[in-house]
């Protein structure tokens, strides 16, 4: 099964920018579908940024034109880069993958492996 370890969270100022770096293993094939969610206290997980195999990205409004997802297929690591953030930005943030798919969608239940989560704090 696959295992996903994201890095990378931590605290800034609004406006500020951070790098989120998801590293998946225990899967030798190439995942079709990964992604970023978040999730603050007391709300719902949200679907931020999604991407496919052959780059097909999909962003939530909230954060389009803001994040970019990435992902580099060699080191089996996706990356969102958050710039512009927000205090409405604050949460903790998980990155997931699809096994089966290849859509990029931002719906939670699309998505079986998740990773423990990275905490974001925007001041």
């Known amino acids: 099964h696959v295992q996903l370890v994201e890095s990378g969270g931590g605290s800034v100022q609004a406006g500020g920018s951070l790098r989120l770096t998801c590293t998946a293993s225990g899967y030798e094939r190439t995942v079709p579908c990964m992604a970023w969610f978040r999730q603050a206290p007391g709300k719902e997980r949200e679907g931020l940024a999604s991407i496919t195999n052959d780059g097909k990205a999909n962003y939530a409004e909230s954060v389009e034109g803001r994040f970019t997802i990435t992902k580099d297929y060699s080191l089996h690591t996706l990356y969102l880069q958050a710039d512009g953030l927000k205090p409405e930005d604050a949460a903790t943030f998980y990155c997931?993958?699809?096994?089966?798919?290849?859509?990029?969608?931002?719906?939670?239940?699309?998505?079986?492996?998740w990773g423990q989560g990275t905490q974001v704090t925007v001041s």
């Open positions: 997931a993958a699809d096994l089966v798919t290849d859509v990029p969608s931002l719906v939670e239940t699309q998505f079986y492996y």
